[in-house]
Structure formats: C-alpha cells, structure tokens
Nanobody, 115 residues
Framework: QVLLMESGGGFVQPGGSLRLSCAAS????????MGWYRQAPGEQRESVAT???????NYANSVKGRFTISRDNAKNTVYLQMNSLKPEDTAVYYC?????????WGQGTQVTVSS
C-alpha cells in the first residue's frame, strides 16, 4: 500500500519560510521521481516542483529562486523548502508519486501566507 504523509504546513507572514516534508511508504522510494503540487481555493491543482530519482529538479516559474525541493532516500522523505513566501503561495500542498502507472497523493498540508 502506497502512503504519502505530508507535514510542516502552517501560517506564516509574507517573506517568511516553511519547510514541508513528505514521508513515503510502500514504494521503492529511491527509484521514483517525487513531486509537490498545490491547490488554492477555486483553482486547479498545479505542479510546484519535482525531483527525479537522480536528483534532477524542476520548478514552476512562480516559485523559481524561492523554493527548493530535495530528497533523503535513507529516510524515504522528500522536502520542500519555501522561502520568501507570498500571499499567492497560500494553498493546500500535496506530495505526489507516479508508481507503476498510478498517481498517488498525500492528504495535503495547508500553507497560509498572510499579514
């Protein structure tokens, strides 16, 4: 059974930072690309950042230079370091993996950026 468990969301003022974590189980973590997505109220879910099994990263233009995705294969965990947060980053953030043709999602963690 594939399980993804996000943590680390919260409330932060503009310009602040948060670090999200996603612990994965039920997959051979080191062999799989992982991704972070987000969904704001009334909006479609969008890709934020992805990291391949080899560590290659890709970012949405809106977060380039502010967010960093990383992974720790020993801990089966993927991270999203978010700096210089803006109100428009407010959303539910989801961890994702495509595993043997099926998409798996975590339950999501809320990030709210507001003064």
């Amino acid at each position: 059974q594939v399980l993804l468990m996000e943590s680390g969301g919260g409330f932060v003022q503009p310009g602040g930072s948060l670090r999200l974590s996603c612990a994965a189980s039920g997959i051979i973590f080191s062999r799989n690309a992982m991704g972070w997505y987000r969904q704001a109220p009334g909006e479609q879910r969008e890709s934020v950042a992805t990291i391949t099994s080899g560590g290659r990263t890709n970012y949405a233009n809106s977060v380039k230079g502010r967010f960093t995705i990383s992974r720790d294969n020993a801990k089966n965990t993927v991270y999203l370091q978010m700096n210089s947060l803006k109100p428009e980053d407010t959303a539910v953030y989801y961890c994702n993996v495509l595993y043997y043709g099926d998409q798996y999602w975590g339950q999501g963690t809320q990030v709210t950026v507001s003064s």
